[in-house]
């Protein structure tokens, strides 16, 4: 039985076919990859704070509009997370520049120029950047985690939990537990997570009740998620679960779809930033030896290349050896821990031409494992 997992070829593949089925494990039965079912209201951060400050005036009491307009605020900046470029930029030039009049104007007009860079721009090959370590994905960060509202029911549609320009309706469908979620991409032996270093192959196992006599044995784990037995190997690995949010905006450029997933925990109702990928327009034949430089170039210096198992191109501080039985990167969170951000481009049927490029924090998914790892732990693992 195949683990209910997609690689990142067949990512391509299931944007084109989103009804498609799957080896189905106990109650799982289709990936989704549907598109958004609305375009996001709020085109920008300006028109989100200006939609707040006409509802505020329709409030009578002062008290109750300055209110308000604090939320209303704070709501607005976790919409648009690159916002927060421009406010820390601003911050730090005035309190450079705040007794030379002269060139305060002018750095500050530099903030402007810097965040305007740093939003989605559909016509530009690559949808991210990268500032000071953190990563935004269509104008969206990729950084750190963010409460979400579960879903009440199967028809709530509610815009709670967008961000940006993204429609996130299948992640606050899966909180509320009204989707199931997908276990994708980077598997890792659990003993990769801090917790469980010091743990045997045979503790694990053990506490795991893996049944070790059969070829292949997949279990779903409360804190784990999906694991994996392989006798051929004798290696196990777990992946966690995910949900995602999809780009939503009218003008797509260069994009057939845009998706970002997150690393949820039902428990904390809190999402974890895991990786965005963006599928290319036929026809725009962007050549993949040309974006997978550009793909270096934007995530800085001292990034190499490397190629997986299933043909991808890989753009990572060191070369990737390690992969899973379907040709993806394992072991990414092992120590000495050398990936904090990798990139991948896939080529379409050419070979010549970029079908997608995927861009994943893995310093992120480490640091869940080590949480999920403890938990399990704390829940009497042995």
């Known amino acids: 039985m195949m683990r209910m997992q997609i690689t990142m070829i067949t990512l391509a593949i299931l944007w084109l076919f989103c009804s498609l089925a799957t080896p189905s494990l106990a109650q799982k039965s289709k990936i989704r990859q549907e598109k958004p079912t609305r375009t996001s209201s709020n085109k920008s951060y300006r028109s989100c704070r200006k939609a707040a400050v006409a509802e505020?005036?329709?409030?009578?009491?002062?008290?109750?509009?300055?209110?308000?307009?604090?939320?209303?605020?704070?709501?607005?900046?976790?919409?648009?997370?690159?916002?927060?470029?421009?406010?820390?930029?601003?911050?730090?030039?005035?309190?450079?520049?705040?007794?030379?009049?002269?060139?305060?104007?002018?750095?500050?007009?530099?903030?402007?120029?810097?965040?305007?860079?740093?939003?989605?721009?559909?016509?530009?090959?690559?949808?991210?950047?990268?500032?000071?370590?953190?990563?935004?994905?269509?104008?969206?960060?990729?950084?750190?985690?963010?409460?979400?509202?579960?879903?009440?029911?199967?028809e709530d549609k509610s815009d709670n939990n967008d961000i940006g320009n993204f429609d996130c309706e299948s992640l606050g469908q899966t909180f509320g537990r009204h989707l199931d979620p997908q276990f994708l991409l980077f598997g890792n032996d659990p003993r990769s997570y801090i917790p469980l270093k010091q743990t045997s192959k045979r503790s694990l196992l053990r506490g795991l009740k893996v049944q070790t006599k059969k070829k292949m044995e997949v279990q779903v784990n409360p804190y784990l998620g999906q694991v994996y037995w392989h006798r051929q190997s004798k290696s196990v690995t777990n992946y966690f679960p995910s949900a995602s949010c999809s780009y939503g905006g009218e003008n797509q450029g260069l994009y057939d779809g845009i998706k970002i997933y997150y690393l949820i925990d039902l428990e904390k109702n809190m999402a974890t930033p895991y990786f965005g990928i963006a599928f290319y327009r036929k026809g725009t034949n962007i050549p993949v030896s040309q974006l997978i430089e550009e793909v270096k170039t934007k995530l800085g210096e001292g990034y190499v290349t490397s190629k997986s198992k299933s043909g991808l191109d890989l753009v990572a501080k060191a070369e990737i050896k390690r992969f899973d039985h379907e040709g993806d990167p394992r072991n990414l969170c092992q120590f000495p821990r050398k990936h904090r951000v990798i990139g991948a481009v896939a080529a379409d049927d050419s070979g010549q031409f970029a079908a997608y490029t995927l861009l994943s924090n893995i310093g992120n998914l480490c640091k869940y494992g080590d949480r999920f790892a403890s938990r399990l732990l704390k829940k009497g693992f042995n």
């Open 56 to 154: 505020a005036k329709k409030l009578k009491s002062k008290r109750h509009q300055v209110r308000f307009l604090k939320q209303a605020a704070s709501r607005c900046r976790e919409r648009h997370p690159a916002v927060s470029i421009l406010t820390d930029c601003k911050r730090n030039a005035i309190r450079a520049y705040k007794d030379d009049r002269d060139y305060l104007p002018v750095a500050l007009k530099e903030c402007k120029e810097k965040y305007q860079s740093f939003l989605f721009q559909p016509d530009e090959s690559l949808p991210f950047r990268v500032d000071e370590g953190r990563i935004f994905f269509a104008g969206v960060g990729l950084n750190s985690n963010r409460e979400v509202k579960p879903s009440s029911s199967k």
